[in-house]
């Protein structure tokens, strides 16, 4: 079976722009998170969303948006960019909604944004 | 406030030694503790996890130790092995509550074996 997908792998963009990634999850998982890894860190939580609901939301500025769509894929938006939100965006997915359910959360690899 | 704090930053071990990393976590509601590996380029990848009712935890030459008490857990890997060369992230999270299920992640350790 496939695992977690993510488009693009890798993007550049510029000051000011938007920039949209795109998450499949693995076939039956429900729940989506998304993660932002900086270079030398650890993933630091975005969003999770659950049947199309945002179900939690980590500590990011409003310029941060994401959406799940009726097939469980999501989409991470980000607007107005800044040198800073240069990172890796990991994608999660789970069966359920991790955390009542305990379950485990499978990352994609990533999409690379660079901010220039 | 870092609520997962991981040492060491890097660890350089031998093969066929035994790679010790520990964390230790400050809130007493998570209820879940996962190890990941990832090599570069790469998104993390479960290794192995631990929910407080248990103190070990062994799936193959990995083993979490969990000391409830102290607040604290570590990933042993047994005969460590070159291919092993990884950054290792501990993770927490807990089941109940708001943006539940959400993983907090430790800074992470770069293990290098040598052969």
């Known amino acids: 079976d496939a695992g977690v997908t993510q488009s693009p792998t890798h993007l550049i963009k510029t000051r000011g722009q938007q920039v949209t990634l795109r998450c499949s999850p693995i076939?039956?998982?429900?729940?989506v998170s998304w993660y932002q890894q900086v270079l030398g860190q650890g993933p630091q939580f975005i969003f999770q969303?659950?049947?199309?609901?945002?179900?939690g939301r980590g500590n990011f500025p409003d310029r941060f948006s994401a959406r799940q769509f009726p097939n469980y894929s999501s989409e991470l938006n980000v607007n107005a960019l800044l040198l800073g939100d240069s990172a890796l965006y990991l994608c999660a997915s789970s069966p359920g909604l991790a955390g009542i359910y305990r379950e485990t959360q499978y990352f994609g690899p990533g999409t690379r944004l660079l901010v220039l | 406030q870092q609520q997962v704090k991981q040492s060491p930053q890097s660890l350089i071990v031998q093969k066929g030694g035994i790679s010790i990393i520990n964390c230790a976590y400050e809130n007493t509601a998570f209820d879940y503790f996962p190890w990941y590996q990832q090599f570069p380029g790469k998104g993390p990848a479960l290794l192995i996890a631990i929910r407080p009712d248990v103190s070990e935890k062994k799936e193959g030459r990995f083993t979490i130790s969990f000391n409830k008490s102290a607040k604290q857990f570590s990933l042993h890997i047994m005969d460590s092995q070159p291919g092993d060369s990884a950054t290792y992230f501990c993770a927490a999270s807990k089941g109940y509550g708001g943006s539940q299920g959400n993983l907090i992640f430790g800074k992470g350790t770069k293990l290098s074996v040598k052969p």
């Open positions: 969303y659950y049947e199309k609901e945002e179900r």
């Open positions: 076939s039956g998982h429900k729940s």
